[in-house]
Each structure stands twice: as C-alpha cells, then as structure tokens.
C-alpha cells in the first residue's frame, strides 16, 4: 500500500452510491488488491503466512486445514448479509400451492378469538407481502386437516406434516428479516406486525427450544414497531366524546390485531416462562366488542368501584380483560420471587367489601414487599371475581377454562416451574437464565387443585365446532393442569392421598390429543413418561 493510496480497496466513499455500488460485481482484480493490502498493514506484520503476496497461494495448498478451506470456499459462495439469512431457506411451495394454503385461512380464522373477526387481506388480486402470505399459509397449515391443504403438502414436500410447517415458519421468519433489512418502509406497515402475530402464533405453540428463541427474539423486535405504529396507544389522546367515532374497519382491525398480539404474548410468557414484552398499563385502545375505553375497563375491574358496562358479552372482551390479569399475575410472582415471602394461599373473597380486605387497604400497615405483594393479589383476585360475576353466564367453557387458569396462576406461584421440573424437552433444554433452580419439594395449595378440576371441567375439545376452534391458550393451560396433579401426587403429603393414582393425568392426555397445535405431541409424551415413572 503505497503513500499515494492510503485507502483500502472496496472502503466506503461518501460521495458515491452506496446501494447501487454494493449490487454490482466487483473487478477481477478486487480480492488481488484487497490482498495485497492486507499483507501491507499492521494487522499482519506478525502473521507466520503473510510473508508475500505468492503465501496465499501456499496457504490454498496446504493439506493441513483442508475441511476449513472447503467450508470457506463455500461461504465466500453465499450472499453476503443480509441475503446470507436466507442461505440455509427451505425449499418454497409454489404460487398455486402457496395460494390453496393460504386461503384454507380465511375458513379457518372465523373460529378464532380476535382473528376471527379481523379484517386480513384476502384474495388473488390483493398484493400482500411475501411474509404474510407464507405466515398465513403457516398457521392454515398447522390447524387444517382437511385433504386439500394435507394434499397441497405433500405435493411440495416429501417431508412429515409438521416439518413442511415448521418449513413455512421459518421461511416467513427470514423472508420477514431480509425484507425489512433491505427496505425498512415494511416495519412501519400494519402487515408486518400481522405476519408476526401469526409467526408469533406457531412459535408459542411448538415444543422446540430453538424455535422459541426465535420466537422471543421475533416478539422482542415486535415492540419497537408497535409502538411506533401508536399500536398500543392509538386512542391515548383521544377524549371521552371521540370514542363512538372511531369504530370504523380500521381502527377496529388494529385494535384486534394488538389484543391477538398481547394474548399471544401472555401465552407465550407462561408456555416458556418468560417476561412478557407488554403490560396491562400501556394498553391504551378500544375493548375490541364493545369500544369501550380498555383502561377505564380495567380499572374498574381491579377496583371494583363501578360496574361493568352491561353491553359486555362478546367473547374478546372477556378474553383481553383475562388476557391482562393474566398478565399481571405473572409479572407479580416473577417481581416478587426474589424475595422469601412464605406465600400462603390466597383467599378468594366472596365479596368485594369483605372485612378481610381492610388490613391489605389499610396506609397505616408498613410497607413491605410481603404486604406490597398481597395487596395486588388481593386487587387482582378482586378483579377475577368480578369478571366472574359478570361474564360467567355468558361465556363459552373454553373462555371459563382460562378464567379458572388465571385462579389457578394466583394461587400457585411456582407453577411456571413446574415444565422444568417434569422434565419438558423444550423447557430442559432452553439454555435461559429465566428458569431459577426448581426446589423439588414444591407444595401444591388445595386451592390450586380445585382450579385444576375446574379446569378440566370446561376444557372438552369434543365440544368445539371444529379443530381450528381450539384456542390458543388450551393447550398450555391443560398441560400445566396436568403438572398440577402431577405435582400433588409426587408429593409425599397425606391430605392430598384422595386424588388417586399418576393414571389420572390420562384424562388431560386425551384431551390434548385432540388438539391440533404442535406442541401438544411434546406434551402427551411428556405425560407418559410421568405416568410411568413415580417421584
């Protein structure tokens, strides 16, 4: 490297164009130069080879890294980043076969909660991204058993049903990352954070560690764009007098889009024992049936002050509300877990101005995180019976089974551990500091197993409509029931000798093999292997 040319070869100038210089193939004698200055600068004044230019060449023919020079010949082959996302991309079914799974969803969607009544765009002429189309694809594929879709399957694959979805999923997930690499317009598009609500959907839902890494990572690249899309907060400015106005198709849509992306992020966190990347105190939107304010809802709910509106009877209502105590009672056991509280259970209060609760409301008691912590579970356990009074009438077994599961999560903290320490393949090997050292000895509250039999009472996939109407949460709150008794019974305690045998946890094997998420195979052989083995 001479005095006259100080740069390398190929440095960026910023005088010229960068995109359309990096798109153009390089000069025959651009890795010769590039070389040779590399040999010229400091960097490799020490190296043993960078004697001469000629030592590249002994380097090629020595025999002593030959497997490392075939692997980087073949990655000097790919593309460089972020194209090089896509070097390892499943093989793509084609436009007609990708067009007959995508459109298996439009019968599939009208089952489930929040997408069932959302707008998504649909149809040959509608230009849609790549991305939302193979997510959409994805999801069809995973809850359809109809011959069309297994058909259009095996047409493009030769591999198991699962694997040609798990093949969707993943190129929706790198096709979704290139293009937003490459034109970063798509992550301020409504259709980005609907294919990864969809992506986000199968991701919880499967029983591979690597699978849920990618899907906490997806999720965790979903904030920045919701919030600025105004997502979260789209009615945060808006006054008491605006809210009839914006019930029109749109705001409607993206109000159902945050509620699905906020329910799959609270399944998400209690299937994989996670944080959750949203709170309770950010949303800022319509109730997504009755286009009430979702805070003033809340508020009320956790309060008890007023009654609910009486136009709440649709099921996304209940569920977001759900959704959000949910919510809360994981983020509370997870702030508190650091600190060595003897929880006790936790009564439920029949009434709202029981006696019981002057103490937890009472500003004279000292502050203290044992004191800090029963205040909030009493005003979340508040809000559930409150939900109760109001919707249990209304609402279907599938809704109530995850209202008793939100019980079940107040009164056993340490439920989330449990997956751990069943032995759960995806829980065991997720190399995650969110997973502490499972006690062994944990004891299940009576409480605790009421909600389970509660549970188990509402969960009757039989009774669904169709297979794609089984809900999210089923799955995940059937297989933690199951732990519960599991638990229990492993137990040495002699009050809880009546529940019988480890054959019991077959009731909730039976019910998860109906259902068609992915992960439940993981789980009914998981349950095998605990009704097998004792301790």
């Known amino acids: 490297m001479t005095e006259t040319n100080l740069s390398w070869p190929g440095e960026r100038q910023p005088t010229r164009l960068d995109v359309e210089d990096a798109n153009k193939v390089p000069e025959p004698t651009f890795l010769r130069d590039f070389k040779q200055a590399l040999i010229a600068s400091d960097i490799a004044r020490d190296y043993q080879y960078a004697l001469s230019p000629g030592s590249f060449g002994q380097m090629s023919r020595s025999p002593v890294n030959t497997s490392r020079q075939i692997t980087d010949r073949h990655l000097l082959r790919q593309f460089t980043y972020p194209l090089a996302l896509l070097s390892d991309f499943p093989d793509m079914p084609n436009m007609a076969q990708l067009g007959v799974l995508e459109s298996s969803f439009w019968g599939l969607s009208k089952h489930l909660v929040f997408l069932g009544t959302m707008a998504v765009p649909s149809g040959p002429k509608e230009v849609s991204p790549p991305y939302l189309r193979l997510s959409l694809a994805c ?15 095996s047409e493009w694959t030769h591999e198991s049903r699962a694997a040609a979805v798990r093949a969707l999923f993943v190129a929706g997930l790198k096709i979704w990352g290139v293009m937003l690499e490459v034109d970063n317009r798509e992550a301020r598009k409504v259709e980005a954070v609907m294919a990864i609500s969809l992506l ?9 560690a690597s699978l849920w890494t990618e899907t906490m990572n ?3 690249y979903t904030g920045p764009i919701v919030r600025r899309l105004h997502m979260h907060d789209f009615c945060a400015q808006l006054d008491k007098s605006t809210w009839r106005g914006i019930k029109n198709a749109s705001s409607r849509s993206r109000c159902l889009l945050m ?4 329910l799959i992020d609270v399944v998400f966190a209690v299937h994989c024992n996670a944080r959750t990347q949203y709170t309770s105190s950010e949303l800022f939107i319509t109730m997504p049936a009755s286009n009430h304010n979702f805070q003033d809802v809340y508020t009320k709910l956790l309060r008890g002050e007023q009654s609910l ?6 099921a996304e209502d209940a569920v977001i509300l ?36 002057l103490p937890l409301l009472n500003p004279f008691v000292p502050f203290s995180p044992w004191t800090e912590n029963q205040r909030m579970l009493f005003q979340l356990s508040n809000g559930l019976e409150l939900w109760r009074e109001r919707f249990q009438e209304v609402m279907s077994e599938d809704v109530l089974s995850l209202f008793y599961f939100c019980r079940l999560c107040l009164s056993f903290p340490q439920l989330l551990q449990l997956p751990r320490l069943a032995r759960y393949k995806p829980a065991v090997n ?39 109407a089984c809900p999210v949460w089923l799955p995940v709150i059937t297989y933690l029931s199951a732990l519960v008794v599991w638990a229990s019974l492993r137990s040495s305690s002699s009050s809880q000798s009546s529940l019988g045998t480890l054959k019991t946890l ?30």
């Open 322 to 357: 759900l959704s959000a105590l949910l919510s809360d009672i994981v983020t509370i056991h997870r702030i508190f877990s650091g600190f060595d509280l003897h929880l006790v259970e936790l009564p439920v209060l029949q009434q709202s101005t029981s006696s019981e609760s």
């Open 139 to 153: 999801l069809a594929s995973c809850l359809s058993r109809a011959a069309e879709v297994s058909g259009t399957l």
């Open 309 to 314: 509106p009486l136009n709440m009877t649709e």
């Open 430 to 468: 997720l190399a995650s500091p969110e997973y502490c050292t499972v006690d062994g000895t944990i004891t299940v509250p009576e409480d605790a197993l009421r909600c389970v039999w509660l549970i188990v009472d509402h969960v009757n996939v039989e009774r669904l409509p169709d297979r794609a």
């Open 200 to 208: 986000a959907t199968y991701g919880t839902l499967t029983a591979e």
């Open 506 to 535: 077959g009731i909730f094997k039976a019910e998860l093999q109906q259902m068609p998420w992915p992960c439940c195979e993981e789980m009914i052989k998981n349950l095998d292997e605990l009704m097998q083995v004792r301790g």
């Open 259 to 262: 509620c699905h992306l906020f």
């Open 218 to 220: 997806l999720m965790g």
